[in-house]
């Protein structure tokens, strides 16, 4: 069986390969092989799956592949534990030095000092314990800890960190004919020259679990799920809004729990879209608007900034959405400014500027009009005579107060 590993490793990722060598061992095969492809990753969802490697029933062989690849980091370790690790050329493996994620700094004091030395040493004594158990090179194992070295695939084969050094899978599969496998105290021989080899690609369940996980989406998803939120509670029975913003902001809290959150940087986007919202009711003459862009900014910076590449928000998603959001607000601002200033269109003050038409004038400068659709009460000019045109000015009481506005073929002209 051959699966494919082509993301950071994260909790799918390793139900993905756990599930995998599951099935592999439920379904009689002799080998599962791991064609890998990744950044690095998780240390929780690292060990599960180092566990599961080292405990399978079959041989587990890495294949860090195809030419341009990367072990990175956990990949390496993950690597380190296969029972056969293989690679393509042009490939590398290493730099497996543990990073603190989730905000804070390293190193700023003695305790943050300490913390790290002690992650260090466990994450040195992990590595040097996983060579040792498959005969590969613990001084190698303890520098791409230490060190951050990373190494190139027919370096690695020299210093017997790895095993083979295959151009594709059927050259693999030829190299790994006839090796034998220790694991525990049953001895596997492989004969896979020719094997039928069975392909098992990541299911729909996995593949959406890995992309929700990825930072770029779970930060997409949560400037949805507030502006879902915030349409449904300004205007209550949408439903819609209310549904699609329950819904991501799930989703985002799931991605969440897979990435190294900064909680100050989900604080400034919370600040960013309040100050947006306040814009509407404060006449802050654009102030807010600026202080808000200036906040998501900063928030969609920091919220999952940490030295490892994978676990960053992509500034050609931060820009644009940034701006989408200030353009949308800005354009919101602009509407509920211009419905303000237009005059009413109902009640009393909708009549206001309105044209009507005199039904009967008397000599006393009072008579009816009709506006709207109604007969009205109107007092003006003295001179006024039915069929004239005139203009509403004023509205007082059940009273119109209109002057004049010409006859009703200079008005239609």
Same mark, same amino acid.
């Given at each position: 069986?051959?699966?494919?590993?082509?993301?950071?490793?994260?909790?799918?990722?390793?139900?993905?390969?756990?599930?995998?060598?599951?099935?592999?061992?439920?379904? $009689?095969?002799?080998?599962?092989? #791991?064609? +890998?492809?990744?950044?690095?990753?998780?240390?929780?969802?690292?060990?599960?799956?180092?566990?599961?490697?080292?405990?399978?029933?079959?041989?587990?062989?890495?294949?860090?592949?195809?030419?341009?690849?990367?072990?990175?980091?956990?990949?390496? !370790?993950?690597?380190?534990?296969?029972?056969?690790?293989?690679?393509?050329?042009?490939? $590398?493996?290493?730099?497996?030095?543990?990073?603190?994620?989730?905000?804070?700094?390293?190193?700023?004091?003695?305790?943050?000092?300490?913390?790290?030395?002690?992650?260090?040493?466990?994450?040195?004594?992990?590595?040097?314990?996983?060579?040792?158990?498959?005969?590969?090179?613990?001084?190698?194992?303890?520098?791409?800890?230490?060190?951050?070295?990373?190494?190139?695939?027919?370096?690695?084969?020299? +210093?017997?960190?790895?095993?083979?050094?295959?151009?594709? #899978?059927?050259?693999?599969? @030829?190299?790994?004919?006839?090796?034998?496998?220790?694991? @525990?105290?049953?001895?596997?021989?492989?004969?896979?020259?020719?094997?039928?080899?069975?392909?098992?690609?990541?299911?729909?369940?996995?593949?959406?679990?890995?992309?929700?996980? $990825?930072? $770029? &989406?779970?930060?997409?998803?949560?400037?949805?799920?507030?502006?879902?939120?915030?349409?449904? !509670?300004?205007?209550?029975?949408?439903?819609?809004?209310?549904?699609?913003?329950?819904?991501?902001?799930?989703?985002?809290?799931?991605?969440?729990?897979?990435?190294?959150?900064?909680?100050?940087?989900?604080?400034?986007?919370?600040?960013?879209?309040?100050?947006?919202?306040?814009?509407?009711?404060?006449?802050?003459?654009? !102030?807010?608007?600026?202080?808000?862009?200036?906040? #998501?900014?900063?928030?969609? &910076?920091?919220?999952?900034?940490?030295?490892?590449?994978?676990?960053?928000?992509?500034?050609?998603?931060?820009?644009?959405?940034?701006?989408?959001?200030?353009?949308?607000?800005?354009?919101?601002?602009?509407?509920?400014?211009?419905?303000?200033?237009?005059?009413?269109?109902?009640?009393?003050?909708?009549?206001?500027?309105?044209?009507?038409? &005199?039904?009967?004038?008397?000599?006393?400068?009072?008579?009816?009009?009709?506006?709207?659709?109604?007969?009205?009460?109107?007092?003006?000019?003295?001179?006024?005579?039915?069929?004239?045109?005139?203009?509403?000015?004023?509205?007082?009481?059940?009273?119109?107060?209109?002057?004049?506005?010409?006859?009703?073929?200079?008005?239609?002209?």
């Amino acid at each position: 069986m051959v699966i494919d590993v082509k993301d950071a490793i994260s909790p799918p990722i390793a139900s993905y390969i756990i599930e995998n060598i599951d099935d592999a061992i439920a379904t $009689n095969k002799v080998a599962i092989i #791991m064609r +890998m492809d990744t950044p690095g990753g998780l240390d929780t969802a690292m060990r599960d799956i180092i566990q599961k490697v080292m405990n399978a029933k079959i041989p587990v062989i890495v294949y860090v592949a195809p030419k341009g690849a990367r072990a990175a980091s956990a990949g390496a !370790l993950i690597t380190l534990a296969s029972d056969i690790a293989a690679m393509a050329p042009g490939t $590398n493996i290493g730099a497996a030095h543990p990073v603190s994620v989730g905000g804070g700094g390293e190193g700023k004091d003695a305790k943050d000092s300490t913390m790290v030395q002690k992650v260090t040493n466990d994450a040195v004594a992990y590595a040097r314990s996983i060579a040792r158990e498959r005969g590969r090179s613990e001084q190698w194992a303890e520098d791409i800890v230490k060190k951050s070295i990373s190494t190139p695939s027919q370096e690695a084969l020299s +210093m017997g960190v790895i095993d083979i050094v295959a151009q594709d #899978m059927d050259d693999l599969l @030829n190299q790994l004919d006839g090796r034998k496998v220790k694991k @525990n105290a049953v001895t596997f021989e492989l004969h896979t020259k020719g094997a039928n080899v069975v392909e098992k690609p990541m299911g729909f369940r996995y593949r959406l679990l890995a992309a929700i996980s $990825n930072p $770029n &989406v779970a930060y997409i998803l949560m400037l949805i799920g507030l502006a879902g939120i915030y349409f449904e !509670l300004s205007s209550p029975g949408a439903v819609l809004p209310g549904v699609i913003g329950g819904i991501s902001l799930i989703l985002a809290f799931f991605a969440f729990q897979t990435l190294p959150v900064n909680y100050a940087g989900i604080a400034l986007i919370l600040l960013a879209v309040i100050m947006f919202i306040a814009e509407i009711k404060v006449p802050s003459y654009g !102030l807010l608007t600026v202080g808000g862009i200036i906040s #998501m900014v900063l928030g969609s &910076v920091l919220l999952f900034r940490t030295p490892e590449l994978y676990a960053q928000v992509s500034y050609g998603v931060i820009i644009p959405v940034t701006l989408f959001f200030a353009a949308f607000f800005v354009t919101t601002l602009y509407l509920v400014v211009k419905v303000h200033r237009t005059p009413s269109k109902v009640g009393a003050e909708g009549l206001r500027g309105e044209t009507a038409e &005199v039904y009967s004038w008397n000599t006393d400068g009072t008579g009816k009009v009709f506006c709207h659709g109604e007969y009205w009460n109107a007092k003006g000019p003295m001179t006024l005579t039915p069929g004239d045109h005139v203009e509403v000015v004023e509205v007082a009481g059940m009273d119109l107060i209109v002057k004049p506005r010409g006859t009703a073929e200079e008005t239609n002209r």
